[in-house]
């Protein structure tokens, strides 16, 4: 099974901050990578996939990079209501394994 | 517009099995993968299984012995069974449509297993 790790796993951040999170694959997932976004007591909702394809509607400050091994997603500019937490996950091979998560919190 | 709802029991006792319905509108099965996925109280997302317009399933290893994923296209609907649940299947259980990721969820359904 691959194993998908994140860091950090909470951060905090000022508004306007860039922030970055990472996530490692345990073996090539080539670009078979999504980030996810869930809000406090949320369903997820989708961001990025392909590693680095912005899903409709999301907005263009976060974006996503990476392939084979390393991934990243970034938001350029944090704002208020980016408050959550980030889940990698690879959809390369089953199990269709989530990293830990990483909660993002405003300082 | 696409949209998932899923309903079933939300308390259930050690050994009892777990069985949750969604149903899909606006949208054709073909050419998705139907997943399911949960997220125990206060920790980290999931993966349980999916399953393909097919009727082809996946599953994580660790539940595969207990669980199934069936597809029923006449009544748009795919369903998950989960026997002999224990406390540790306690959690909020998603349905989710994957094309490349999981782009359409339900609304989640909190399932708890308790004597």
């Known amino acids: 099974d691959i194993q998908m790790t994140q860091s950090p796993s909470s951060l905090s951040a000022s508004v306007g901050d860039r922030v970055t999170i990472t996530c490692r694959a345990s073996?090539?997932?080539?670009?078979?990578l999504a980030w996810y976004q869930q809000k406090p007591g949320k369903v997820p909702k989708l961001l990025i996939y392909?590693?680095?394809t912005l899903q409709s509607g999301v907005p263009s400050r976060f974006s996503g990079s990476g392939s084979g091994t390393d991934f990243t997603l970034t938001i350029r500019t944090l704002q208020p209501e980016d408050v959550a937490t980030y889940y990698c996950?690879?959809?390369?091979?089953?199990?269709?394994?989530f990293g830990g998560g990483t909660k993002v919190e405003i300082k | 517009q696409v949209q998932l709802q899923q309903w079933g029991a939300g308390l259930l006792k050690p050994s009892e099995t777990l069985s949750l319905t969604c149903a899909v509108y606006?949208?054709?099965?073909?050419?998705?993968?139907w997943s399911w996925i949960r997220q125990p109280p206060g920790k980290g997302l999931e993966w349980i299984g999916e399953?393909?317009?097919?009727?082809?399933?996946k599953y994580d290893v660790s539940l595969e012995s207990r669980v199934t994923i069936s597809l029923d296209m006449s009544n748009n609907h795919f369903s998950l069974k989960l026997t002999s649940v224990t406390a540790a299947d306690t959690a909020v259980y998603y349905c989710?449509?994957?094309?490349?990721?999981?782009?359409?969820w339900g609304q989640g359904t909190l399932v708890t297993v308790s004597s």
């Open positions: 989710a449509r994957r094309g490349n990721a999981q782009d359409y």
């Open positions: 606006g949208g054709s099965f073909s050419g998705y993968y």
């Open positions: 399953i393909n317009h097919g009727g082809g399933t």
């Open positions: 073996q090539g997932i080539s670009n078979y």
């Open positions: 392909a590693a680095s």
């Open positions: 996950q690879t959809y390369y091979s089953a199990p269709l394994t």
